[in-house]
């Protein structure tokens, strides 16, 4: 038998029983997981999280059969740990090469085996030789060997008694007297989710006080009142709540069609108004008659 074909034909041989651990392996701890979080109350733990309040209680159809959010929920997560704690049990499994497994094995391929596939390109008396009493050891290596059906048929039962188990605490609503508002707390203590009265950072409530990316303040003015001083006395510049607003649509006042009559042209000059009187409060009439002026020109 060819080296070269021999060790391609185990490679694949063994990739399969491996592929067939991890998926015994991963549908073990699922069910595992699963059976634990259905005893814990975890269900019921969605309805107290912002997140999944809102879908806590729906269902699902699923191939006809009506299955509720917090089942699918608990499956998914229950999958995804699964797969993690899966790797990490078979992470070091691709690091056992199929020649090191076939000499320990087959003692009587020790070191034989690997020299004979590290010169397979080398053709010499030595290497021929070698490489015929490997052929021939080699011819006796069945790929079923390498299976270990021990632990095979150990997962196997493990699933069916997993399975039953779940069955049985499903039907009959086995529960525990566990608090699932307990692992809620925790994740909130430790920062994995906010807790539900937390205000957003991003939302400012009204009257704050504001910065811009460059560090300046916009303040809010009917907020902290501004103060000046005129001669001695403070003077609250601050403007009342809903000073200035009142906004109308542009748009709707420019096809606003409105009959007037023209009036007729007459000279323009500068009269007084008759709200307007000189009797100002005293110590005041510097600033308000500045006020007026800077009005005047604009």
């Known amino acids: 038998m060819d080296i070269r074909d021999f060790v391609k034909k185990q490679e694949s041989a063994l990739k399969k029983y491996r592929r067939a651990y991890k998926l015994i392996d991963f549908l073990t701890i699922s069910l595992v ?112 060997a390498f299976l270990k059906r021990r632990r095979l048929t150990l997962g196997l039962v493990l699933i069916l008694v997993s399975a039953s188990t779940l069955g049985f605490i499903m039907s009959n609503d086995v529960r525990t007297d566990f608090d699932p508002g307990v692992v809620k707390q925790i994740l909130e203590d430790t920062g994995f989710i906010p807790p539900d009265d937390e205000t957003p950072s991003d939302l400012v409530e009204f009257g704050e006080e504001t910065s811009d990316e460059d560090g300046s303040g916009t303040e809010d003015l009917t907020g902290e009142t501004a103060i000046i001083v005129v001669e001695g006395t403070e003077v609250d510049l601050t403007l009342p709540p809903g000073t200035g607003t009142g906004f109308s649509n542009q748009q709707e006042a420019e096809e606003a069609d409105e009959d007037f009559d023209q009036s007729s042209p007459y000279e323009i000059s500068i009269i007084s108004s008759q709200a307007y009187y000189e009797e100002l409060p005293e110590g005041y009439e510097s600033v308000i008659k500045s006020y007026f002026e800077e009005m005047a020109k604009n």
């Open 33 to 144: 997981l699963f059976t634990l979080m259905f005893l814990l109350n975890m269900d019921k733990a969605f309805a107290m999280m912002t997140t999944f309040e809102v879908r806590a209680g729906t269902s699902y159809n699923i191939a006809g059969i009506s299955i509720a959010f917090e089942t699918v929920a608990m499956a998914l997560i229950s999958g995804f740990l699964a797969l993690i704690l899966t790797l990490i049990i078979h992470r070091r499994d691709d690091r056992t090469g199929i020649l090191l497994i076939v000499e320990q094995k087959y003692p009587n391929l020790q070191e034989k085996l690997r020299t004979a596939y590290d010169n397979r390109d080398t053709d010499n008396i030595i290497v021929n030789d070698l490489l015929n009493i490997v052929s021939s050891g080699i011819s006796k290596v069945q790929s079923s």
